[in-house]
């Protein structure tokens, strides 16, 4: 069995955890991080747009961009120590749920976390990349809460019932 895990910041303890439970022994687990190269770009353009683009190499989205590559290896790093037995690190660059859909191609199963609003039962606890993800995965997804679920009630209400229109003949 394929195993991949997407590790994103704030969820991806509860991804490493639910693969070590329902990943068998022999499971090939891939610990998977994507890092969107659009941030650094918007903080060098910002930057650029401030203070002019002859700015002496001083661009912030360089540091930006080191910094991220930086978490991203100290967050594999994590995660292969919390999972606690063999795994396979991989990181990628570009837009998250393309690189994340991409990365899942083979496998036979991939472990999202629910990454939005997580008070209340819904749609809306999947932020727009994750539920690219989840509408598009080539394989099985086990969508995890990153927190304890919020009870039932918390479904939100039906909208109100409306009336058929009127059937003319």
């Excluded at 195993?3 to 070590?20: N, S």
């Excluded at 022999?26 to 659009?38: G, K, N, Y």
């Excluded at 990181?91 to 899942?104: F, I, K, N, Y």
Aim: overall charge negative.
């Amino acid at each position: 069995m394929k195993v991949v895990v997407w590790l994103a910041e704030g969820t991806w303890q509860a991804c490493v955890d639910a693969a070590a439970e329902v990943a068998p022994p022999a499971a090939s687990i891939t610990l998977l991080h994507v890092t969107d190269p659009a941030l650094a770009s918007d903080v060098s353009d910002a930057y650029a747009g401030m203070v002019g683009r002859g700015s002496g190499g001083r661009d912030p989205g360089l540091a930006v961009d080191a910094a991220a590559a930086r978490a991203a290896e100290a967050m594999l790093a994590a995660a292969a120590a919390r999972l606690d037995r063999p795994s396979s690190p991989a990181l990628r660059r570009g837009r998250l749920e393309r690189e994340v859909v991409s990365a899942a191609e083979g496998a036979d199963l991939l472990v999202v976390a629910r990454d939005g609003p997580v008070t209340r039962l819904g749609p809306r606890s999947l932020n727009p990349p994750t539920r690219f993800v989840v509408d598009h995965a080539p394989c099985a997804v086990l969508l995890v809460w990153p927190t304890p679920p919020p009870p039932v009630d918390t479904i939100p209400p039906p909208p109100p019932h409306k009336a058929a229109p009127p059937h003319h003949p």
